[in-house]
């Protein structure tokens, strides 16, 4: 098999060469990935995770990068018209197909390299790149190398959006495995109050390979609800990176949501870097046929008093894999922290599986910390027990797997993502009372 | 209504019913006795359907129907009714939901329309009454939380709700106060015509002063080793499961 080597080298020479703010940062990491290549499945943090192999000779990288108003409006989620939309194609940010819908004063959505050149160049300076502290491998460094398609967000001190934002990935995949590395910075100031929510869209019936990294940081009393909704299709491999720091202490809170791809791997981060912050991190993966889906899952407890939730659950259908990895670490001055986490996997298929694991590191002595994790069948006494009053196998097999899934898409704040979010879950379970 | 003849059934291989023989008329109420691990709750079991225990001899009718030959959900369908010893609990599925498309399924195999709203409202708050039970029990998860004595009451409002032909009682009685107890016997008195039968599963002849048997089977081994009216659980009360087994025994022997 022919490797993408060239096709990247070719792709990233060709935009580096047109210079601007970034073009140092991004070739320090162009050679930082050269070095260290795509994590193979040697590598401890992707064993089960065959991503490399997807980066083969058939990448498109180039062009295209283009998408008519109307296309776009089609896409659009049902009841979130007023959101303020932000538009990837190819993993670029399009800015003339994205709209700003809460007023100028509290919210900035500009091109990732005008802020790292413009009176927002110190918090770029500071926060770019700060996910690689925990994630210091070769397919993060390669985002970085593009990350002049990014898009950068502020949202101001004190503001509470009246909107969501939206970000939708759109991937056009009619020339052959589409290759997009969508790169976004955020920055969530004082007592700032958002949600943010990103989707993903295959549009062309292709391939795709998404990597992605989210760099975000929030404020003292800041609320932060993310959501990542990802219902792309069998066709679609997936890598990427959500990083939350709390630089005061604030309140972060992320749904990570997916129901379709072939590889999926996400990484999620909570940084808690003052005390008494609270963060929340939730998960469900719904998958069927081959589908692979890795959630890898930091919290980092920095200082005293703070408190984390976080609770994933997986139904693996037919051949699919479900993978989760959990860790907490809690840093000698972390004391009277607070942080729980638990994992529970249902296997519906013959051959379908679950690779659980959680990581716990403390250092600090006056803690609580509790994890667990069950890997197992439908519960056949709950089973028997809705058949005993007449309800059918299927429908009883429905409803028990529904109820198990449904409170996590009840963690979603916003009620349009989370109708949304309610009814692909029944439909993908049958599930109609 | 109900014919069991030569019932057999394993589990595991082992042998825990070894040739049941009973029959239940419409309007009976029948009263199965007997000490720990005589089979009552296998019995209980193998009539619902639960497909852990294997049926290996004899044949159970069901209005003329071949039982054995349903599913646990068509035996529901046709009227048949389980009351768990142990209700399941079942978090994330909201009791009236539960209950509402039970009723409906019901209906559907009967060849009804579906009950609307407003109908199914009505007849809930109606049954509801009947067992004393409240709305706010029904709006929570399904037995997630009960207490013991909540979650049989729960039993027997979904019995009302799905007015079966004929029901058996599973232990129904066992960790229940006087009290609970005096709620789910009046429910099932109210809900007693001469058309449905009942099967009460016990061990203690308590529950049939509030439930009045027409007849009292004492099951020991795997059979019904004795039949008779109330007046034998009365006696059974007075004397003990130990005087049976040793009379039983010996007859074996």
């Known amino acids: ?433 | 209504m109900l014919k069991i003849n030569n019932l057999q059934a394993s589990i595991e291989e082992k042998e825990i019913l070894k040739g049941i023989n009973l029959d239940i008329k419409p309007g009976e109420i029948h009263a199965i006795m007997g000490p720990n691990g005589s089979g009552k709750s296998t019995l209980a079991s193998v009539l619902a359907g639960r497909s852990d225990y294997e049926v290996t001899g004899g044949t159970l009718e069901f209005m003329g129907k071949d039982l054995l030959e349903l599913s646990p959900e068509d035996r529901a369908k046709e009227g048949l009714f389980l009351a768990f010893q142990y209700p399941v609990e079942i978090p994330g599925v909201s009791t009236t939901n539960f209950i509402k498309s039970a009723v409906n399924e019901k209906r559907k195999y009967l060849g009804l329309e579906p009950l609307d709203a407003a109908q199914f409202l009505r007849n809930m708050k109606e049954k509801m009454k009947l067992v004393e039970i409240d709305q706010s029990l029904l709006s929570r998860s399904l037995n997630e939380g009960f207490s013991g004595g909540e979650k049989k009451r729960n039993e027997i409002f979904q019995m009302a709700m799905l007015e079966p032909k004929l029901a058996i009682l599973d232990e129904t009685d066992s960790g229940l106060d006087i009290d609970a107890l005096r709620i789910v016997a009046n429910g099932v008195n109210q809900l007693r015509t001469k058309d449905n039968s009942f099967l009460v599963v016990t061990h203690y002849q308590r529950l049939l002063d509030y439930i009045v048997p027409d007849f009292v089977h004492v099951l020991y081994k795997g059979r019904i080793v004795r039949s008779g009216t109330k007046e034998l659980a009365k006696e059974l009360e007075v004397k003990g499961y130990d005087f049976i087994k040793a009379e039983v025994d010996q007859e074996l022997a």
């Open chain 1, 1 to 433: 098999m022919m490797d993408a080597t060239n096709i990247l080298k070719e792709a990233f020479e060709k935009q580096n060469g047109a210079g601007g703010s970034l073009a140092e940062y991004q070739q320090e990491n162009w050679n930082m990935f050269s070095g260290l290549g795509l994590p193979a499945i040697k590598h401890e943090e992707w064993k089960y995770t065959r991503i490399r192999n997807v980066f083969t000779d058939k990448l498109v990288i180039n062009n295209d990068n283009n998408l008519s108003q109307d296309a776009l409006e089609k896409l659009i989620l049902k009841g979130t018209e007023n959101a303020n939309r932000i538009v990837f194609i190819n993993g670029r940010f399009l800015e003339t197909l994205s709209t700003t819908t809460d007023s100028a004063d509290v919210i900035c959505i500009k091109p990732l390299e005008k802020a790292a050149g413009d009176e927002d160049a110190n918090f770029v300076n500071i926060n770019l790149g700060h996910s690689q502290r925990y994630h210091g491998d070769g397919i993060n460094a390669l985002n970085a190398a593009f990350a002049n398609g990014g898009v950068y967000i502020r949202v101001n001190k004190g503001a509470t959006l009246n909107n969501p934002i939206i970000i939708y990935h759109i991937s056009n995949s009619s020339h052959g495995l589409r290759f997009s590395q969508p790169r976004i910075l955020v920055n969530i100031q004082e007592a700032a109050q958002v949600e943010l929510i990103e989707t993903y869209i295959n549009m062309g019936g292709g391939e795709t390979l998404t990597n992605e990294v989210v760099e975000i940081s929030a404020e003292k009393d800041a609320v932060l609800h993310y959501v990542k909704l990802q219902n792309e299709g069998e066709k679609t491999n997936y890598a990427g990176t959500t990083h939350i720091r709390q630089t005061g202490k604030c309140l972060t809170h992320a749904v990570t949501i997916t129901l379709s791809g072939s590889i999926v791997r996400n990484n999620l981060n909570m940084v808690m870097e003052a005390e008494h912050g609270e963060s929340h991190m939730y998960g469900l993966y719904l998958l069927k046929g081959n589908t692979l889906a890795d959630n890898h899952t930091i919290v980092d407890n920095a200082m005293p008093h703070c408190f984390s939730n976080e609770l994933y659950k997986g139904i693996m259908d037919d051949a699919s894999t479900g993978v989760f990895n959990g860790k907490i670490f809690v840093r000698k001055d972390a004391q009277k922290t607070n942080a729980y986490q638990s994992n529970k996997n249902i296997l519906v298929g013959e051959n379908a599986s679950a690779n659980t694991k959680p990581q716990l590191e403390i250092l600090a002595d006056d803690v609580k910390c509790s994890h667990g994790c069950t890997i197992g069948k439908l519960d056949e006494d709950a089973l028997f027990y809705l058949r005993a009053r007449g309800i059918s196998a299927e429908n009883a097999r429905s409803m028990l797997l529904h109820a198990f899934a449904i409170d996590i898409i009840e963690q979603i704040k916003n009620e349009e993502i989370k109708a949304y979010a309610e009814q692909l879950v029944a439909e993908r379970l049958s599930f109609n009372i």
